[in-house]
């Protein structure tokens, strides 16, 4: 498996999009449905395993902390694609110097108690609301530092 993160210039809800996220998975990621073409707020990385789209990270920055929020394709997961997203947020974060970064697990997902598990066992702590959070690493461990647009 041969991962590349790459920044969306423009976000909009593309057809690729629409394809991977039906009603359940937006509920997951706590989106609300885009009509095709419609820009979509924060800042998106798209992961491709070679011409396979195998998930989407985005970045919201707020008051030096970064709420991360991402999405792992069906047949990609437990594959480490998450961890690879993950990562290379965390870098994202670093490069712009933010303090934290946090998720919030909605309750509409199908599968948040497994999902909390899984960002405590990276280093994720429980905050207040919901929040799970950690500190940003100055280099988080197997994440390269980003460069712009440029496919990892």
Do not use: C
Not at 3 to 28: H, I, N, V, Y
Not at 44 to 52: N, Q, T
Not at 101 to 117: A, F, M, Q, S
Not at 140 to 151: F, M, Y
């Amino acid at each position: 498996m041969t991962l590349t993160w790459t920044k969306e210039a423009s976000p909009r809800w593309d057809a690729d999009k629409q394809r991977l996220f039906g009603p359940a998975e937006l509920a997951a990621v706590g989106l609300a449905p885009a009509a095709p073409g419609e820009p979509v707020a924060d800042e998106w990385w798209r992961v491709a395993d070679g011409d396979d789209l195998a998930g989407y990270g985005w970045l919201d920055t707020e008051w030096g902390d970064a709420r991360i929020t991402f999405f792992v394709a069906p047949g990609h997961r437990g594959q480490g694609v998450g961890r690879f997203i993950l990562e290379h947020l965390e870098a994202e974060a670093a490069a712009r110097g933010l303090n934290y970064i946090y998720n919030v697990v909605p309750e509409t997902h199908p599968d948040g108690p497994r999902i909390k598990n899984w960002l405590s066992m990276h280093g994720f702590r429980e905050a207040s609301r919901g929040q799970l959070s950690r500190q940003v690493e100055a280099t988080p461990t197997g994440a390269r530092a980003p460069a712009s647009d440029t496919p990892r």
